[in-house]
Each structure stands twice: as structure tokens, then as C-alpha cells.
């Protein structure tokens, strides 16, 4: 009778222990899982950002102009702040062929894109989508030692006050650099 008083005392302790530690676990459980979610919970604009190109450049001249397209999609389409403009602007041009970047002072740079957005969002057109040339519509070919690309993009923009979608569809040229990676030499409107 003693011993199964005992081993009784033993159980209720044991499932005592088990479950005061189930409850310990679940209460840190939940705060990684909330960690997480505020993690994942990051602005379009944050998570462009995050991309590491150093480490993570575009393999391809068709995910080069994608990654491009999503930079772009966040200056005329998301809420960010003067210094979240800034790291785009340093984003999109990490793309660019250091020929196109010469072009321009980093102050004229910045203007010209604030100018052009301000521009679009007087207008309220935003993107509302955008479609890359199939791998297999890339054009490649050498220019003067240089290998070359030509792929299309077309964004749909769209304007609150009509509600449709019109096609602006853009040809853009990029060239591989020394390091193998494939930068935006430039663009230009296709005209119908």
C-alpha cells in the first residue's frame, strides 16, 4: 500500500514536471514563430532590398530585367522612405553597366528619378504587373569583343480613373561584364 502511494506521488509529479515543460516550450515556441513572422511581415520594399547581389547576382539577363522590373515596381507602386528611395536607386543601379552609370552625376541620377516618379504619381499610374521575354526570346550576340543581350519587358500600368491596363512595352540591351554578370547597357520605348 506504502509503495503504491509512493509510485503514485511519483506519476503526479512526473506529469506535474511534463507538463510545466510543455508549457515552457510552447511559451518559447511562439514567441520565435511571432520573431518569424514579424520577420516575414517585411515591406515589398525591405525585401527588395534585402537581395545581396554580391553574393546573389541575377544568372541570367532575363532575371537581371525581372529584378529590375520588381526595383521599378517599387518606386511607382510602394510607400517608402527618402532613405529606402536612396538604397533602391543604389540597388537598381548595381545593375547598370558602369558605361550607362557614367552618364550621369549620382545627384543628377537621383533627380531624374525623383522627377520621373513624382511624374508618374501625378498621373497615378502604377505598375500593375509586368511580363519578362521567355529565355528562349533572348537574343544573344556579340558586339565588339562584348557579349550582348536583347530580351523585352512589357509593364501593364494602370490608372485609377479607367481602371485598364495599357501595355508600355521596353527593349532593353545588356552586356556581360568581366565578371561574368550580365548589367543594363540600356533601354529605349518600342513604339507601335
Not at 545627384?107 to 505598375?127: H, V
Request: with cysteine.
Amino acid at each position: 500500500m506504502k509503495n503504491s502511494k509512493i509510485a503514485k506521488t511519483v506519476i503526479i509529479v512526473v506529469v506535474i514536471a511534463a507538463i510545466i515543460l510543455v508549457y515552457y516550450y510552447s511559451l518559447g515556441h511562439r514567441a520565435k514563430r511571432q520573431e518569424v513572422e514579424e520577420a516575414i511581415a517585411a515591406t515589398v520594399v525591405q525585401s527588395v532590398l534585402m537581395r545581396d547581389l554580391a553574393h546573389n547576382y541575377p544568372p541570367t539577363p532575363k532575371e537581371v530585367v525581372k529584378y529590375y522590373s520588381e526595383i521599378t515596381e517599387c518606386f511607382y507602386n510602394e510607400t517608402y522612405s527618402d532613405e529606402e528611395l536612396v538604397q533602391l536607386a543604389n540597388k537598381i543601379q548595381m545593375l547598370y553597366d558602369a558605361e550607362l552609370v557614367a552618364n550621369k552625376t549620382q545627384e543628377q541620377y537621383m533627380q531624374d528619378l525623383r522627377d520621373d516618379i513624382g511624374e508618374m504619381k501625378g498621373k497615378q499610374l502604377t505598375i500593375a504587373s509586368y511580363e519578362v521575354s521567355a529565355s528562349t526570346d533572348v537574343e544573344y550576340f556579340k558586339q565588339n569583343e562584348y557579349s550582348c543581350a536583347r530580351l523585352y519587358c512589357t509593364f501593364y500600368l494602370r490608372q485609377p480613373s479607367n481602371g485598364g491596363r495599357v501595355p508600355s512595352q521596353e527593349r532593353f540591351l545588356l552586356r556581360q561584364d568581366e565578371d561574368g554578370h550580365w548589367k543594363i547597357l540600356g533601354w529605349e520605348l518600342v513604339e507601335d
